[in-house]
């Protein structure tokens, strides 16, 4: 199959690529993963992934077409919802910097497709550049964060950024340099551009590749699929077999 940027997020292109959001979908929760697979459950398009998807959208030249895409983004009056005027405050504080727009030049929205072991990968680069591989991203800060079993993480890690950009190298397959142009959604906006080291791409994809036969088993039907208990999906299609004790729940005694 070959992509287009009309293709490229359609259930066909996701059921023949792996990509990295699938990636991180399948790590978290298997069944979603698989429901979101099979179009049996569709994630509802937050005001946080819209405003992402704006600033994306920006950079990329199509803001006007994102915008008629999305009258959600307007009031009744006509203007731009609040969010959405913090978010040209966000783009106007990095158009501000000259390091940020040097790292923001290059090709936009490149489509590349490859193997990882084997195994078929899609990838969407933000901005490919001869020298680099760079992607945007909005964030709610710079700031670490916690996460449950893994402990104290840079917000990189723990959003799964650094594993992405392990993608997108390997497939890109040139071994750039890859790096995270980010502004935050805090008043004012917190802008940074950071290179992810080698090392930690190189770590990033060993798991990976430790872990992608068990993801194509489940997506092949061959595993069965688990499921967290935790996330949207789970919560919005578990059915109850009866009564459960104190001592099940988190924290209990």
């Known amino acids: 199959m070959i992509l287009t940027p009309e293709?490229?997020?359609?259930?066909?292109?996701?059921?023949?690529?792996?990509?990295?959001?699938?990636?991180?979908?399948?790590?978290?929760?298997?069944?979603?993963a698989m429901a979101e697979l099979r179009g049996d459950y569709v994630r509802a398009e937050t005001s946080a992934l819209l405003i992402g998807s704006y600033v994306d959208a920006y950079f990329e030249g199509t803001l006007g077409r994102f915008m008629k895409e999305h009258p959600e983004v307007f009031k009744r009056d006509g203007s731009l919802k609040a969010e959405f005027q913090h978010a040209n405050k966000m783009i106007e504080r990095a158009e501000a910097d000259r390091v940020f727009m040097e790292h923001m030049q290059g090709e936009k929205q490149v489509i590349r497709t490859g193997e990882i072991d084997g195994y078929p990968f899609k990838i969407k680069i933000d901005v490919l550049h001869p020298e680099r591989?760079?992607?945007?991203?909005?964030?709610?800060?710079?700031?670490?964060?916690?996460?449950?079993?893994?402990g104290k993480l840079t917000f990189a890690e723990a959003y799964g950024y650094t594993l992405q950009m392990a993608i997108y190298r390997e497939i890109e397959g040139h071994s750039l340099p890859a790096y995270l142009a980010c502004i935050t959604k805090e008043t004012p906006p917190d802008i940074c551009v950071i290179e992810i080291p080698s090392e930690v791409m190189n770590a990033e994809l060993e798991v990976l590749k430790q872990n992608l036969p068990l993801y194509d088993a489940i997506k092949q039907g061959v595993v069965p699929e688990e499921r967290?208990?935790?996330?949207?999906?789970?919560?919005?299609?578990?059915?109850?077999s009866g009564p459960i004790s104190l001592y099940e729940l988190d924290g209990g005694w």
């Open 228 to 240: 967290c208990g935790k996330c949207e999906y789970c919560r919005s299609t578990k059915k109850l």
């Open 133 to 150: 591989i760079v992607d945007l991203k909005t964030c709610r800060s710079l700031n670490a964060v916690y996460k449950e079993g893994e």
């Open 7 to 32: 293709n490229y997020y359609s259930p066909e292109a996701n059921l023949e690529y792996f990509s990295t959001s699938q990636i991180k979908t399948f790590m978290d929760c298997p069944a979603r």
